[in-house]
C-alpha cells in the first residue's frame, strides 16, 4: 500500500474553494507550530556517522515495501473537521474507513455536522478521492523515494517516543503531488513519523500557500496515520484549520 503524503494535502485544499471569494494562503509558522499535534521540543543532534542519503532512500523503500506485504486490512475511524483558531467547528463528518490490501478502501458516514456546503463540495469530494487513488484510479507518483525527491540529511531528533532520522526533503520537479519540507524517518524502522511542509508547486490561481504536518503512529508493527492539519488564511474568511483525525485502528496482518 503505498502512502501517498503530499496527495492528501491537495486534496484538502478543495476545502477553500467555496464561493464566489478570491482566496490567498499563507500560513505562518506559529499557526503549525500551535496546531501540529506533537511538539518537538528537542534538539536536532549530529547523524550518527555512516548513513548517507542513498543509504537512507534504499532502506526506507524497502521496509515500506515489507510492511505493504504484509499488512492485509485495517479499520478506524475518521474524523473529518473544519475550524477557525478559536476552536469553532463549521463542519464535520465521521466515518468508519476500511482498507483490503491491495487496494480497496470504502468509507460508511456514521455523522455528520455542520455547513452541509463545505461537507459537500470539500469533504466528500476529498473522502472519493483517496478511495480512487488506493484502487490506482488517480495515477500520481508521489511516494518519497528517488524518482520524487532528494533528502538533505540534517541530523537526528527524538520526537516523543521515537528516534528519528532527520531530512530536507527538496521535490524534484513542480508538481502538486509533491511537497516540499521536512521528514523525520524512524531509525530503527524506517518508517515516515511526521511531515512538515507545503506543496511544490501553486496549487491554483487563488492559492498560493497551504501549510500542512502529517503525524504517523505505530500499531502493530505497522506505521498509520494519526492526525492530518492545514492551517491557511482565506481571504474575508480569516485563518482556518482543517484536521483529520484517525483512531480506533483494528489491524490485520497476513499470516
Known sequence: MRTSYARAT?????????????????AQKSDIQEFSGTAIATPIEPLRPGVTEKQLFADLVAHNGSRSAELLEYKATRTYQVSDLQGKVHAQEVGRMEYLAPDQKTFVVTSESGSGLVRHLALNPLIASEIRAAAGKEHHDSSISPDNYNLELLGEQQLGPYRCFVAQAVP?????????????????DYAVVRIEGHPATTLSFWIKRADFVREYQKID???LP?????????????????????RDYMVKARG
Open 10 to 26: 491537495s486534496g484538502l485544499i478543495a476545502i477553500l474553494l467555496l464561493g464566489p471569494a478570491s482566496f490567498t494562503v499563507r
Open 172 to 188: 524534484k520537479r513542480a508538481d502538486k503531488y509533491l511537497f516540499e519540507g521536512k521528514v523525520w524517518i524512524d531509525v530503527q
Open 221 to 223: 508493527g505497522f506505521w
Open 226 to 246: 494519526q492526525m492530518d492539519k492545514t492551517v491557511v488564511h482565506v481571504r474575508l474568511y480569516g485563518k482556518k484549520v482543517l484536521t483529520i483525525d484517525h
